[in-house]
């Protein structure tokens, strides 16, 4: 497993504006000067009671909010990395708050494909529905102020981030029949992970994995056929981020680049900012990301059932315990994956795979010329390890059926 850490940071950014010299400044101004370049609560409070005494500069606030945002895209961030990032560093407030920005700077925005407007469409539970500006409802104006001052303080100081988007390229919506071929796999996986019953489970797990098996098969030869015959629209890899949630964020993040491995995509890490970059062919990421969450959920409910059993049994079970465990379950359910995309790929597709994967490795060098390996941390309890790949033994995964 690869992870990296971006070195590059902002101090500026669109808030940082201190207008003419001979004007004097406004409220807004006053309070960022005196709130977002310090870290102190005393500065905060000072810029917080300056924007509660001066309604008149609420229009403005937000606007410059807005602008916060419009800096985060140029940085290479999205808008789920940026609700992540709040939701870990600060408070339920706050992601309110900036889920109703990232609303509101939408439409001033350019259009940026299906992935982006997915996540546009998730930020709607946590905006305010009564109120574009996310003021939360009976809430005095002073603390409001220092939450968006908060909030701000953390929006100027992202660092860039790698670009996901390639200039000059933007991927279209999909065919219906992608549409139908992706919510009938989420239907599967969905009622994989609710059911009581493990065979009711492999079933429907089974027959996801073949969809997604034959959806990325197609898609692969499609696209070889169009380059073959010169037509244009060839495929080209893609990047996604896929959240990497404490706790026991090693192992889950171990467990991610087990899963892109066998989908013929490939992971890095950034531990920091708690998400995994996924690079790899359009129909593959959508894989990795579904089968992921669909494994996740499977370990994590095994997970739970394994150490009720333990406690039952008389044995305190620990922090310990569920790292290893999922240690031990992302372990083996990399070599089952491993062991399945070598020993099921016909050979016939080999040579699709192969100019595929080369063009994924060469997108993933220049988005990330340099990273480092991690070593998995606290794995130490064989009970743990024990069940974990047990655990994993009973995950239903299956490979991609060989052409015929």
Known sequence: MSSTNDSGSTTGGSGSTTGDPGRTPGTVERAFQAALYADTDT????????????????????????????????????PADVVRLVRRELDDVHVRLVAALIRAQAPHDRPRGPRWTAQLAHLAPHAQPDDPTGTPPRTDRFSHAGAVLELYRLLLRLPALEP????????????????????????LLAKAEATGFPEEAEALSAKAQELMARHSIDEALLSDRAQGQGSGGADVPGACRIGVEPPYEQAKAVLLDAVATANHCRAVWNEPFGFSTVVGFEPDLEAVELLYTSLLVQATTAMTKAEAAQRAGGR????????????????????????????????????????????VTDRLDRMFPETTTTRLRGVGDEAGWTEGSQAADRAQVRGRRPLQ
């Open 43 to 78: 500065a905060l409070d000072t810029g917080a009671s300056l924007l509660a005494a001066d309604p008149a500069a609420d229009a403005e606030l937000n606007r410059r909010g807005e602008e916060f945002v419009a800096a985060a895209w140029r940085r290479g961030w999205q």
């Open 316 to 359: 305190k079970r620990t922090k310990t315990f569920r790292q290893s465990f999922l240690a031990a379950y992302a372990h083996r359910v990399g070599t089952r994956l491993r062991a399945t995309a070598e020993a099921t790929v016909s050979e016939d597709l080999l040579p699709v795979l192969a100019s595929r994967e080369v063009a």
């Open 164 to 187: 996901l988007e390639q200039p000059g390229r933007e991927r279209g919506s999909g065919s219906r029949t992608d549409s139908r071929m992706l919510t009938r796999i989420r239907a």
